[in-house]
């Protein structure tokens, strides 16, 4: 079929390299690109999975799986987003200490979620530069008394959809059985819902001690590809330090961690304290 004149390949060589150029400005952000040719595909497919965001769902995926291990060699930063369920006002106000803290079924998922992507990332080659964001958190945590939440990958802050979607709604807001006012948050969430938005991960399960907890950890792949580990301020539940602990011997190429940790107001704040040796680095 012959060319025509509108079409790549009619262009003057010097014509195509210049807007060939001009592509890693673009990034991952026009993917339908890499279908105009195997030149620009070989430029745009490597942006468009250098940054990744990776789910639960997408990782119990047979074609995800497929398209992450076809792919592996291009990904160099993952978001690992935990989505926790949602809950509504029943349990944001709930004053039942009993039923604070994440259920079992928030605690299994967690457990599930950490196998699945351990058992994924331990048969890629072990680069160790790869870097690994893991954020907690429940999509219903900025639907109530933290209203300016925002979940967004480490890469993108100022381009997240959901941070200029929060910032324009919160000028409207209005929500008074939730301290907001005129956009304004007027009056601070109480003990119960503080709580429940910076809860303890596993806290309450699914293992009865630490021990077994420790066990668990220990007995997952490693995973040698994960040269960076981030765990930054945007997950506001609390990891416990022997978790922590145990979770990064499983990074044998790990170079640099990022802990952002919120500060304990708590008397939990003294049990903490007193386990910061856990994350001595030269455990690791």
Not at 55 to 66: E, Y
Not at 168 to 185: C, R, S, Y
Request: aromatic share 12%.
């Amino acid at each position: 079929m012959a060319r025509s004149k509108t079409s790549w390949g009619y262009l003057p060589p010097e014509i195509r390299n210049e807007i060939i150029s001009l592509l890693p400005v673009l990034g991952g952000k026009c993917s339908q690109l890499a279908t105009v040719s195997q030149a620009w595909r070989s430029i745009i497919e490597p942006l468009n999975f250098a940054e990744i965001s990776l789910t639960v769902p997408r990782l119990a995926d047979f074609n995800s799986q497929a398209v992450l291990l076809r792919k592996r060699n291009q990904i160099r930063y993952i978001w690992f987003q935990v989505e926790l369920k949602q809950y509504d006002c029943r349990r944001c106000a709930n004053a039942d200490r009993d039923l604070w803290g994440l259920d079992n079924i928030d605690n299994q998922f967690i457990v599930d979620a950490f196998e699945s992507l351990f058992t994924t990332l331990s048969a890629w080659e072990p680069r160790g530069d790869l870097v690994l964001d893991i954020s907690v958190y429940s999509p219903s945590d900025s639907q109530h008394w933290f209203k300016y939440l925002s979940f967004c990958s480490d890469t993108n802050l100022d381009e997240c959809p959901s941070r200029r979607e929060h910032e324009q709604e919160i000028t409207l807001m209005n929500d008074p059985d939730h301290g907001w006012i005129a956009g304004q948050q007027i009056f601070a969430p109480d003990e119960h819902a503080t709580e429940l938005t910076f809860d303890e991960i596993m806290g309450e399960g699914p293992f009865d001690d630490e021990e077994p907890e420790m066990q668990w950890w220990r007995s997952l792949p490693l995973v040698p590809v994960v040269g960076v580990v981030l765990l930054r301020q945007q997950t506001r539940r609390r990891w416990k330090p022997v978790a922590l602990a145990n979770m990064l011997t499983r990074f044998p190429n790990m170079k640099e961690l990022c802990y952002e940790p919120w500060r304990e107001w708590t008397e939990i704040e003294t049990q903490t304290d007193k386990r910061k040796y856990l994350l001595d680095p030269a455990q690791f």
